[in-house]
């Protein structure tokens, strides 16, 4: 019985029933990020490179003998989305083969190792909660992890925006504000920047409510977002 990126435990009545057992195809290396959320905690944590397995589903979460890894470089500007796809490609492959191998008799699998453990619990839409207060680098990779699901957000007033990922502002960068606090906005002709604890990031596409995403710019002019707005 073959799956992909199943989060779930199988049924004990359901765990013997196929001969050669349940075989999940999961993003990222075991035991590194078990759970429902692993392409997305990878790109939160700042991780250079994951990849997938393929394994035997037991009755522990993820916790079953490997058959196959595959490894893959983690991109400084990559979204969860981005890197879910290239994943899929590759992982198909490997599942393939992992399957090809077990028919031969040609596979065993491999218990995982007990150090090098984490956890990647399925995100909620609370998460993905933009958090201004973050250090840019951080605040970059949390936006990209949540796009595009369930969609990095934040507020402005009442009203529930979401964003696309940010720019990163290096602080030897001329045009940016200098000392601009966390959410405050600072719109420019070509650029919306937002103050974070460190240095301020550029604002890409944004999503207001019940509208199409647009370009940052369009929509703080549209909005008439003056030097007293904050993004909460």
Avoid: C
């Amino acid at each position: 019985g073959a799956v992909v990126a199943y989060g779930g435990l199988v049924p004990p009545g359901l765990l013997d029933l196929p001969r050669h057992g349940w075989i999940n195809l999961h993003f990222s290396v075991l035991p590194a990020w078990r759970g429902a959320a692993p392409v997305q905690a990878a790109i939160a944590a700042g991780d250079e490179t994951t990849g997938a397995s393929t394994f035997l589903l037991e009755k522990g979460l993820d916790t079953g003998p490997v058959y196959g890894v595959l490894t893959e470089t983690i991109r400084p500007t990559d979204t969860s989305g981005d890197l879910l796809d290239r994943l899929a490609v590759a992982g198909s492959t490997l599942l393939l083969s992992t399957l090809d191998g077990i028919a031969a008799g040609a596979l065993s699998p491999v218990l995982q190792p007990a150090d090098g453990v984490s956890h990647a619990p399925k995100v909620e839409v609370d998460d993905a909660r933009v958090r201004w207060d973050l250090p840019a680098h951080l605040l970059d990779r949390r936006i990209r992890a949540h796009t595009p699901a369930p969609g990095a957000w934040t507020t402005l007033g009442d009203a529930r925006v979401k964003l696309g990922p940010v720019g990163l502002v290096g602080s030897d960068d001329p045009s940016a504000p200098k000392d601009l606090a966390p959410g405050r906005v600072v719109v420019t002709k070509k650029v919306v920047f937002v103050g974070t604890a460190t240095d301020p990031v550029r604002l890409g596409w944004v999503q207001p409510p019940g509208k199409k995403q647009m370009p940052a710019t369009d929509w703080a002019h549209g909005a008439r977002l003056d030097e007293e707005t904050v993004l909460s």
